[in-house]
């Protein structure tokens, strides 16, 4: 399959998180053959400002669709997530949403942001104050019937029980990976 060259920067790095590197080759001016292959398992980055688990790599399907409209969206994507000085620190971005996406519904989208956020830094004080507002917000009723037994409310709660264990930061990133990542089916976007 053949994608132009910009719309696979967010693949780039998400592969490269996974142990993947990758070879382009430029065919002509507007052709380009890009192959992955597999080197080494790695671990998700907890470092700020390098990479955090659960990249968006779903945008790579619309190339599949229209490689124009993954160029628009990858550009979108890059201005929205990846500026330079961004006024508002990537975890609470990251948690703004997390909120919009339970209020249209997407818990398979807020279950990621969740994930993302917790390995910048969200505390469970923080994430307390979140699901408050999602209950005001949403209703106690859409919360008993809807958020309560999602992907994202198990998430939250193992975050929760973990670290009231002292489980580390680390392992409960990696069970969180582990179970709401690209390999369970509710949330995997591949």
């Known amino acids: 399959m053949l994608f132009r060259v910009l719309s696979l920067s967010p693949l780039y790095s998400a592969l490269g998180d996974m142990g993947f590197e990758h070879i382009t080759e430029k065919i002509s001016d507007r052709e380009y053959r890009v192959y992955f292959y597999k080197v080494e398992a790695k671990e998700p980055s907890l470092d700020r400002g390098t990479t955090a688990p659960?990249?968006?790599?779903?945008?790579?399907?619309?190339?599949?669709?229209?490689?124009?409209?993954?160029?628009?969206?990858?550009?979108?994507?890059?201005?929205?997530?990846?500026?330079?000085?961004?006024?508002?620190?990537?975890?609470?971005?990251?948690?703004?949403?997390?909120?919009?996406?339970?209020?249209?519904?997407?818990?398979?989208?807020?279950?990621?942001?969740?994930?993302?956020?917790?390995?910048?830094?969200?505390?469970?004080?923080?994430?307390?104050?979140?699901?408050?507002?999602?209950?005001?917000?949403?209703?106690?009723?859409?919360?008993?019937?809807?958020?309560?037994?999602?992907?994202?409310?198990?998430?939250?709660?193992?975050?929760?029980?973990s670290e009231k264990k002292d489980v580390s930061r680390e392992e409960i990133l990696k069970k969180l990976v582990e179970k709401f990542g690209e390999k369970n089916p509710e949330v995997s976007t591949i």
């Open 54 to 161: 659960l990249k968006p790599m779903a945008i790579v399907n619309i190339a599949e669709i229209n490689s124009n409209l993954a160029d628009i969206v990858v550009n979108f994507w890059e201005h929205v997530w990846e500026r330079e000085k961004p006024v508002i620190d990537q975890k609470y971005y990251l948690l703004l949403s997390l909120t919009m996406a339970v209020g249209a519904g997407r818990y398979r989208q807020a279950t990621r942001e969740l994930v993302k956020a917790y390995a910048l830094g969200v505390t469970v004080d923080e994430l307390d104050e979140v699901f408050s507002l999602i209950i005001w917000n949403q209703s106690v009723a859409t919360f008993a019937s809807e958020i309560g037994s999602s992907p994202l409310f198990r998430a939250y709660r193992l975050i929760k029980e």
